[in-house]
């Protein structure tokens, strides 16, 4: 099975904690990007008829859909070694077990054998007090890199980069000064405390998107939130597009007002920044994340199409999206990966963050995780007039 897209929520157990406290941006993205979490060393590990069953004590994070690291398998039957490495959990049959599709002979599988949630396999070349830049590992990629930085509570700034010498010093940046001084803006918390709050966070080598719900430690009806990014997207331009590196961000300092022109919102401004035309000139260029249906509202509370379900086959109405300069005149210039939007209205009535749905049409042999992407504060009470439903791609490939 392909392992390359990496699923994370703070709803699996034992998952990192995002919260209003100076370095737990950081904490998440070391996790999920670079290291992995929650090493559990296994009772037993069995294969039975093309099933690997994983045994354990306690608690472990992974989830159906999600990649776990597997270690340590030292005997068993002929090719044992190759259950090491990445595999993608399809099934969760007990409390301490989870279960993975393999082709190897049926038998016990012996060693001092761990299994954690596998991390996306992103390097962290620099890194200073609650600062760090992170870099795709993948030969493929355009090599840019994501400063972050998180000495703040409630937010993080957040800055784009063609190349950096240590974690202060960097060329090529996006933003650059001009255009927002400082970086642009994620939102950790509405409230300065260690309150966690809820995030998904769905990667590939390449790229990751990151959906925040800020104002849930105000309240729990408070669920909706933003979707941003960094990486490399899918460049559309033939030959190559040794720019299509994209930062989504906000220009708003306040949290709970960070929905600006997120990855599946209304695109009020060009906040979706590259380091360069297409044309690899220039310096960095602002861009905005629109459907292939051709509307700019919110993913969810769309009426391009009518409400959800359908009225005429009941259907969910799929789309993805794309970068481009301009809101109405632009073509495309590259594909976001992974996100998935809809353009009908009244999905927050029928879908909430981590909602898993199966594909259909084009996207058929996946399975969706549902996000709420909000045109509102994201310290109120969600309507579906504000709030709508987006979707992201936790098979993969997404390239």
């Given at each position: 099975m392909d392992t390359s897209v990496k699923y994370f929520t703070s709803a699996m157990a034992n998952a990192p904690v995002l919260s209003g406290t100076v370095g737990s941006m950081i904490a998440l993205l070391d996790a999920c990007l670079k290291d992995g979490f929650d090493t559990k060393t296994l009772t037993s590990l069995v294969v039975v008829g093309g099933v690997a069953t994983a045994t354990y004590t306690g608690t472990h994070a992974s989830l159906v859909d999600g990649v776990v690291q597997i270690a340590g398998v030292t005997g068993g039957p002929a090719g044992f070694a190759g259950l090491n490495g990445e595999q993608k959990i399809t099934g969760m049959p007990g409390a301490t077990t989870r279960t993975f599709a393999t082709a190897l002979p049926d038998g016990t599988y012996t060693g001092t054998i761990t299994m954690k949630v596998a991390p996306a396999g992103w390097l962290k070349p620099f890194s200073g007090t609650n600062l760090a830049a992170y870099k795709s590992a993948d030969v493929a990629s355009t090599g840019m890199l994501l400063r972050v930085d998180d000495t703040a509570t409630t937010q993080c700034r957040v800055i784009g980069y063609e190349a950096m010498s240590d974690v202060n010093t960097g060329a090529g940046p996006f933003p650059t000064t001009a255009q927002i001084s400082g970086g642009g803006y994620w939102p950790k918390s509405t409230v300065a405390t260690s309150a966690p709050v809820a995030w998904v966070l769905v990667a590939d080598g390449r790229t990751f998107l990151i959906h925040i719900a800020p104002g849930l430690p105000q309240s729990p009806s408070f669920m909706q939130g933003c979707t941003r990014g960094f990486g490399d997207a899918i460049a559309l331009k033939p030959g190559g597009d040794a720019f299509a590196c994209f930062l989504s961000h906000s220009v708003q300092p306040g949290s709970a007002s960070m929905y600006d022109s997120a990855l599946d919102g209304t695109q009020a401004s060009g906040y979706a920044v590259f380091p360069r035309s297409f044309a690899g000139v220039g310096s960095a260029a602002q861009h905005f994340c629109l459907p292939y249906t051709g509307q700019n509202i919110l993913s969810g509370a769309d009426s391009t199409f009518g409400s959800f379900p359908s009225l005429v086959d009941g259907?969910?109405?799929?789309?993805?999206?794309?970068?481009?300069?301009?809101?109405?005149?632009?073509?495309?210039?590259?594909?976001?990966?992974?996100?998935?939007?809809?353009?009908?209205?009244?999905?927050?009535?029928?879908?909430?963050?981590?909602?898993?749905?199966?594909?259909?049409?084009?996207?058929?042999?996946?399975?969706?995780?549902?996000?709420?992407?909000?045109?509102?504060?994201?310290?109120?009470?969600?309507?579906?007039?504000?709030?709508?439903?987006?979707?992201?791609d936790v098979t993969g490939p997404w390239r």
């Amino acid at each position: 099975m392909d392992t390359s897209v990496k699923y994370f929520t703070s709803a699996m157990a034992n998952a990192p904690v995002l919260s209003g406290t100076v370095g737990s941006m950081i904490a998440l993205l070391d996790a999920c990007l670079k290291d992995g979490f929650d090493t559990k060393t296994l009772t037993s590990l069995v294969v039975v008829g093309g099933v690997a069953t994983a045994t354990y004590t306690g608690t472990h994070a992974s989830l159906v859909d999600g990649v776990v690291q597997i270690a340590g398998v030292t005997g068993g039957p002929a090719g044992f070694a190759g259950l090491n490495g990445e595999q993608k959990i399809t099934g969760m049959p007990g409390a301490t077990t989870r279960t993975f599709a393999t082709a190897l002979p049926d038998g016990t599988y012996t060693g001092t054998i761990t299994m954690k949630v596998a991390p996306a396999g992103w390097l962290k070349p620099f890194s200073g007090t609650n600062l760090a830049a992170y870099k795709s590992a993948d030969v493929a990629s355009t090599g840019m890199l994501l400063r972050v930085d998180d000495t703040a509570t409630t937010q993080c700034r957040v800055i784009g980069y063609e190349a950096m010498s240590d974690v202060n010093t960097g060329a090529g940046p996006f933003p650059t000064t001009a255009q927002i001084s400082g970086g642009g803006y994620w939102p950790k918390s509405t409230v300065a405390t260690s309150a966690p709050v809820a995030w998904v966070l769905v990667a590939d080598g390449r790229t990751f998107l990151i959906h925040i719900a800020p104002g849930l430690p105000q309240s729990p009806s408070f669920m909706q939130g933003c979707t941003r990014g960094f990486g490399d997207a899918i460049a559309l331009k033939p030959g190559g597009d040794a720019f299509a590196c994209f930062l989504s961000h906000s220009v708003q300092p306040g949290s709970a007002s960070m929905y600006d022109s997120a990855l599946d919102g209304t695109q009020a401004s060009g906040y979706a920044v590259f380091p360069r035309s297409f044309a690899g000139v220039g310096s960095a260029a602002q861009h905005f994340c629109l459907p292939y249906t051709g509307q700019n509202i919110l993913s969810g509370a769309d009426s391009t199409f009518g409400s959800f379900p359908s009225l005429v086959d009941g259907s969910l109405k799929l789309s993805r999206r794309y970068f481009a300069t301009t809101v109405t005149t632009a073509p495309p210039r590259a594909d976001c990966p992974g996100l998935v939007s809809s353009p009908q209205t009244l999905l927050f009535d029928s879908f909430r963050m981590n909602d898993r749905i199966p594909g259909a049409g084009a996207f058929a042999g996946r399975t969706l995780v549902a996000l709420n992407p909000t045109q509102a504060s994201m310290s109120g009470t969600p309507t579906t007039g504000n709030t709508g439903a987006s979707f992201v791609d936790v098979t993969g490939p997404w390239r």
